[in-house]
Nanobody
Framework: QVQLVESGGGLVQAGGSLRLSCAASGSIFRVIAMGWYRQAPGKQRELVAAFTSIGSTNYADSVKGRFTISRDNAKNTMYLQMNSLKPEDTAVYYC?????????WGQGTQVTVSS
């Protein structure tokens, strides 16, 4: 059983920063990819940032230069540092893990950026 638990969301003014955390527990191995997605009201879920199986990172064009994905393998935790936040970053942010034996999602954490 794999569990992903996000934290760190909240309300912030435009230009501010937040750091999201994703704590993973359970049988985490044979990882293909791990990353962050977001879904705004009325929109499809979209990739924000991710680690690939070879350790490289991918970012959505809309967050490049503002967001940074990182991880602490010893703590089984992944982070998303979000700087220079914009109102259009408002969404529920989800942690995702693609393993050889399944695709797993956290419950999501709300990020609201006020103008």
């Amino acid at each position: 059983q794999v569990q992903l638990v996000e934290s760190g969301g909240g309300l912030v003014q435009a230009g501010g920063s937040l750091r999201l955390s994703c704590a993973a527990s359970g049988s985490i191995f044979r990882v293909i990819a791990m990353g962050w997605y977001r879904q705004a009201p009325g929109k499809q879920r979209e990739l924000v940032a991710a680690f690939t199986s070879i350790g490289s990172t991918n970012y959505a064009d809309s967050v490049k230069g503002r967001f940074t994905i990182s991880r602490d393998n010893a703590k089984n935790t992944m982070y998303l540092q979000m700087n220079s936040l914009k109102p259009e970053d408002t969404a529920v942010y989800y942690c995702n893990a693609v393993l050889a034996y399944g695709n797993y999602w956290g419950q999501g954490t709300q990020v609201t950026v006020s103008s």
